[in-house]
């Protein structure tokens, strides 16, 4: 399918690799850079959510999202692994569950008066997960650093279903990224790991819009995740 994001805010934290590793499947590595394993909290609009070559479909092609991730390593090859991608379309969550990511319903909402941008999300589970943030673009595009490609230059992803580990691959043109100063109210994202990045302040960047083509789940590994 293809899906454009709009608005896209990235979110980065390094932390201790113990502190995540016992959250991934076995099968697949922390992906470290200098030393430190990284979560990332990316949320965005998703517009004009599409199958190929198809017009989209009424209540299906619009939505808000945010991901929670990290990075690993399959085989030689870098991606992410998420560990809940939170959306405002229950129908989108019906369907995902089936396959193969963790699709949860989450109350969220994006508000801009100019060029400043007030984001809320609400998950409530066994412990409420909750992100309140304002933000402000504060510059036209950079030319990325290492560490910033690092971390947002990803076109693999695995997720587990049903004791099988799953890749999707995606494919869109590099980010162009913009400074942004950020104010976070309030963040208990990642109960696992919420002593680490509470209060911390993150590597932040934000970018326009991007287009995107997702292609369809391939199997790595057939029952056999422990």
């Not at 995540?20 to 030393?35: A, H, R, S």
Request: charged fraction near 20%.
């Amino acid at each position: 399918m293809t899906q454009i994001w709009q608005d896209v805010l990235f979110l980065h934290w390094p932390i201790s690799p113990s502190e995540i590793e016992p959250y991934i499947p076995q099968e697949l590595q922390l992906d470290l850079y200098n030393n430190k394993a990284w979560l990332s909290v990316v949320l965005f609009k998703v517009k004009g959510q599409r199958l190929r070559f198809l017009p989209p479909f009424p209540g299906m092609d619009s939505y808000l999202q945010l991901n929670v991730r990290t990075y690993v390593t399959y085989n030689g090859m870098k991606g992410i692994y998420f560990f809940n991608l939170d959306v405002t379309n229950r129908f989108i969550v019906q369907i995902a569950t089936k396959g193969s990511l963790s699709y949860r319903h989450s109350k969220i909402s994006l508000k801009q008066r100019g060029n400043n941008f007030s984001f809320t999300s609400l998950y409530h589970g066994a412990l409420d997960e909750r992100l309140q943030i304002s933000y402000q673009p504060i510059s036209s595009a950079i030319i990325s650093s290492t560490l910033e490609k690092w971390l947002v230059e990803r076109y693999h992803s695995w997720s587990t279903w049903k004791n099988s580990l799953l890749r999707i691959d995606i494919s869109h043109t590099p980010w162009q990224l913009q400074r942004v100063s950020i104010n976070i109210t309030s963040n208990t994202l990642a109960p696992f790991v919420k002593e680490t990045i509470q209060g911390i302040h993150p590597i932040a960047h934000y970018s326009k819009n991007k287009k995107a083509r997702i292609f369809s789940p391939i199997l790595e590994m057939k029952n056999q995740l422990r």
